[in-house]
């Protein structure tokens, strides 16, 4: 692991109201996947803030993945240090409440696919890019800066919402597929933007296929290669459907589109973003054969646009904030297909595999004690959608989702913690829980 600036171990209520932050990016991008950048961060202090602190995530993956080469507070030049490739500290010297504008050029190289490290969201091949956190991100405050290591397994963004514009120039034949609307202004010219977003991913594709599909007043489209054309077709409709399963429970999707996309992963079979999915290939190549879990790729991944995208955690320090409960949330569309029973039994199985492989950890466990990633799925995706599921049966359908539901809408646009998702489902329980606290979440 690398040495790493470790200034907060856990969040309990950090950040701002929606759009407290903005980006305005002008990137381009070759197709020898070499980035070069620029973007403008702004918003207001919430301390007072002698530097400000950003993260380079793809550079953990490579040295020369991303970096910084410039840094400008207000268009003055300021003094900027690596403090180590994923982190950068820059002099801004804002006293709290003050509106700050920090300017950032930088430089990146996408590798292939097959030379490159990780879960392939900063990778590419012959007809796929992807450029998943391709860009600075100020880290989130919570009376210091948020800047946990990069760890191999699970997810290591932290971040705000924030408002984006972006300009983005692709090579001529590539189409692009934001986090975002995106708007092709004239060959390979690009207008990006987003509202409310805690991160803005970009797929560019060329010769692929799409299917469109709507439910209450969201757009879905389906992206994949040409002779996935079923296995597109059967994402499209899981995740459809998925979204009107979740609505039914939580209330309705937090945007007005979201984009599924087949890409080459390794490691994972999917990847959320804000209005944004992606999906392992190997997955649409298998399919129909595995019936159970390529609905449960995408119908995950759309419960991180209600638990991520829009209620958001630190997904180091308490991964099951949101993992457990998209997990669990996923079971929902399981559910409305007649099918819960399945999903709960793998669970179960689940659960149990990953106590096997790691017996020190627990649901509520950090990303650092899952050494190697060990047991992390089974533990906490597994067996903590089977804590929810005791807490269902334990408080009612009513209580239970009627918790879910003031959870979210308490802390939309913000970034929450377990302490804050455990007090009000124990606010809203017309029943005693902590037998079942005490059995699922303690050491």
Known sequence: ???????????????????????????????????????????????????????????????DYLWVTGAWVAEEEAAWESVEPTTLTVALFATAGQTFSVTLAFQGSVPEFARSRGYGSYARSADVMVLAQAYPILAPWDGSWVAHPVFPWGDAIVAEVADYEVDLSVPEGWVVVAGGTEAEISPGQYRIEGENLRELAFVLLRGHGVQTASLRGVEVRSFYRAEHEQAGLAALEVTVDAIGAFGEHLGPHPFANLDVVAVPLRGVAGIEYPRLILAGEAYYESYPFQPLFFPMIFAHEVAHQWWYA?????????????????????????????????????????????????????????????????GYGGIVYSGGALFFQSLRERMGDEAFFGALRRYREGFRWRLAAGADLLQILGEDSPVQLDDLLDAWLKP
């Open 1 to 63: 692991m690398r040495a790493a600036l470790f200034v907060a171990l856990c969040v309990c209520v950090v950040g701002a109201t929606a759009a407290s932050l903005h980006y305005e990016m002008t990137i381009s991008v070759d197709a020898d996947g070499g980035i070069v950048g620029r973007a403008v961060i702004s918003g207001v202090s919430e301390a007072d803030w002698p530097e400000a602190v950003f993260r380079l995530y793809p550079a953990a993956l490579g040295d």
């Open 310 to 374: 829009e209620v958001g955690n630190d997904q180091v320090a308490e991964p099951w904030v949101d993992e457990a409960l998209a997990t669990y949330t996923s079971g929902l569309y399981f559910d409305s297909q007649g099918r819960f029973l399945e999903i709960l039994r793998y669970w179960e199985s689940g659960y149990a595999r990953g106590r096997m492989q790691n017996r020190t950890a627990g649901i509520t466990s950090p990303l650092w004690e899952f050494p190697g990633g060990s």
